[in-house]
Nanobody
Framework: QVELVESGGGFVQAGGSLRLSCAAS????????MGWFRQAPGKEREFVAAVSWSGTSTWYADSVKGRFTISRDNAKNTMYLQMNSLKLEDTAVYYCAASDKITTSPRLWDYWGKGTLVTVSS
């Protein structure tokens, strides 16, 4: 069992930055691929970024590539999402997730946090 808790969401002006954190627990979490998804009002949950268990491989959605950076610190049981140059369309609830495989389909991820809201204003 893996438990995930997100933090760091809030209000930010367009062009600004936020850093999200995901605290993980459970003895096997370090072996999982970790990722971030987001869901805007009225839209489906979408893949944002993922990082391998070692932290050496990362994957990004085209919409955030070059602006967001995913990382993990296994010693601190924490994953991060640094979000820069935020746009209005980045407004969403951001979810932390864990999976035993890399996939962009949210249906195939095994564990989920409850989400943290990011609101980007003009």
């Amino acid at each position: 069992q893996v438990e995930l808790v997100e933090s760091g969401g809030g209000f930010v002006q367009a062009g600004g930055s936020l850093r999200l954190s995901c605290a993980a627990s459970g003895r096997t979490w370090r072996t999982y691929v970790m990722g971030w998804f987001r869901q805007a009002p009225g839209k489906e949950r979408e893949f944002v970024a993922a990082v391998s268990w070692s932290g050496t491989s990362t994957w990004y959605a085209d919409s955030v590539k070059g602006r967001f950076t995913i990382s993990r610190d296994n010693a601190k049981n924490t994953m991060y999402l640094q979000m820069n140059s935020l746009k209005l369309e980045d407004t969403a609830v951001y979810y932390c997730a864990a999976s035993d495989k890399i996939t962009t389909s949210p249906r195939l991820w095994d564990y989920w946090g409850k989400g943290t809201l990011v609101t980007v204003s003009s």
